[in-house]
């Protein structure tokens, strides 16, 4: 008989059941691998077990995450205030790293005020969470980032309504059918993480100004990389600074690619989330390295705005070397350049293969995008040379082509 209490036999059937589901992952082909990085972010990694590789899927699209600036800053604050919070900020306190770099992102985004979470998953859902009561509906693009999705269903507005991607039309049937509500938010994200495309945000901004509605742009994959300065793409539609536009984002991808994620907007917006969204009142603050190295991130493309320009050319050639090589990537102005293959199976095998061949791209499927249109998402640095953007463009062409997978569905021309 065995000895393991009542307790670990239901553990066990627990364990046995995942392991079953990691298994059928497995003979499908959808198991995801996660390579174990030696070295900081960058156009050339190292990984585990295979040493340097090209890397064409980080967020780091301004190459700011392993930049000496960037990472001494960082230093300088673990040096000055420690690992981290050790409490909630209403609990215990801000630190001077927190109220400087909201200020600063204030400043860069047009805003009265920025308040940092310890992501924008959180501030997504802190926000959404704060802002829904019992007479509010909330108008949301099919294709949201998931946390949008779960942070509406965390949320539970009055009423809430999906429309269809990036269709201005659909969401103003939308808004003519919902029932009467107090207060109506409308969210996008600005660039699409899948797509890589981004949200018609002139239609969107004049809609809610018909609809008295607030606009909430989650402007993650756009900050650093869309408009001219890198203010996102508000910047890129003229619409930095207006009051009926809430603009969330991350600070873990082109803005020093730590962590972190922020909401800016009115002053009385923000300082009501900091009374009471959850993530603010139950959950440590950012910890102040990490708001000290984003903060110079943003210095940094104070600075260097070129850095801006320089990760559009080097996008626009990844796109044409793709396109020599034999390849049709989604059209768009962002960093991301998505090329649709399909079923997830040959996503996952592409990239397993690039992987062998010294190429990092990720290949993405079912769930994280509909069934059929599993992808190879490249996204572009600034940090990258010519050289390694044409060499991952023709490995990615070649790693297709070998799949044999149908050249239409593989995103390969006729
Ligand atoms: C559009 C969008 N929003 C939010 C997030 C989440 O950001 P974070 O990693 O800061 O939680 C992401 C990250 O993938 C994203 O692409």
């Given at each position: ?118 992501s924008c998953w959180n501030a997504n859902a802190a926000l959404l969470d704060?802002l829904c009561?019992?007479?509010?509906g909330v108008f949301s693009d099919r294709l949201n980032h998931a946390s949008i999705i779960d942070g509406m269903r965390l949320a539970r507005p009055?009423h809430k309504a999906v429309y269809e991607h990036a ?7 939308r ?10 938010l409308i969210v996008t994200d600005g660039?699409f993480s899948m797509e890589?495309?981004?949200a ?16 909430i742009v989650d402007?993650s994959h ?26 969330t984002?991350t ?10 994620g ?102 993405f499927?079912y769930p994280v995008v509909p ?44």
């Amino acid at each position: 008989m065995s000895g393991a209490s009542p307790t670990q036999r239901a553990g066990a059937g627990l364990e046995s059941e995942l392991r079953a589901e990691l298994e059928a992952m497995g003979e499908a082909g959808t198991l995801k691998s996660m390579p174990v990085l030696t070295s900081p972010q960058g156009p050339a990694v190292e990984v585990e077990g295979r040493g340097p590789v090209l890397c064409l899927c980080s967020n780091d699209y301004l190459g700011l995450a392993a930049d000496p600036a960037v990472v001494r800053a960082g230093l300088r604050a673990l040096v000055a205030y420690g690992a981290g919070t050790a409490s909630v900020r209403f609990i215990c306190g801000k630190f001077k790293p927190h109220v400087e770099l909201e200020r600063d992102l204030a400043t860069f985004c047009e805003t009265e005020a920025a308040l940092t979470y310890v992501s924008c998953w959180n501030a997504n859902a802190a926000l959404l969470d704060a802002l829904c009561d019992e007479r509010t509906g909330v108008f949301s693009d099919r294709l949201n980032h998931a946390s949008i999705i779960d942070g509406m269903r965390l949320a539970r507005p009055a009423h809430k309504a999906v429309y269809e991607h990036a269709d201005p039309e659909d969401l103003r049937r939308r808004l003519a059918e919902a029932p009467a509500l107090g207060r109506r938010l409308i969210v996008t994200d600005g660039v699409f993480s899948m797509e890589g495309d981004l949200a018609p945000l002139p239609e969107l901004a004049e809609i809610a100004a018909e609809h008295d509605a607030t606009l909430i742009v989650d402007d993650s994959h756009g900050i650093g990389v869309v408009g001219e300065t890198g203010r996102g793409a508000l910047e890129r539609f003229g619409l930095l600074g207006r009051e009926d536009v809430i603009l969330t984002g991350t600070l873990g991808k082109a803005l020093g690619g730590a962590a972190g994620g922020f909401v800016a907007g009115g002053a009385a917006l923000c300082a009501v989330l900091e009374q009471r969204s959850r993530p603010q009142l139950f959950s440590n603050g950012l910890p102040p390295t990490v708001a000290a190295s984003s903060r110079q991130a943003l210095a940094v493309l104070r600075e260097r705005p070129g850095l801006v320009a320089e990760l559009r050319a080097k996008t626009a050639l990844m796109r044409a070397e793709l396109s020599t090589a034999g390849l049709a990537p989604l059209e768009g102005e962002s960093a991301i350049v998505p090329i649709i293959v399909g079923e997830t199976r040959a996503a996952i095998e592409i990239s397993r293969r690039l992987l062998d061949r010294g190429v990092y791209v990720t290949g993405f499927g079912y769930p994280v995008v509909p069934e059929g249109t599993a992808r190879v998402r490249v996204q572009v640095s600034a940090a990258l040379s010519e050289e390694q953007i044409a060499d991952g463009a023709r490995a990615i062409a070649a790693a297709a082509t070998e799949l044999a997978v149908a050249p239409a569905r593989a995103g390969l021309r006729r």
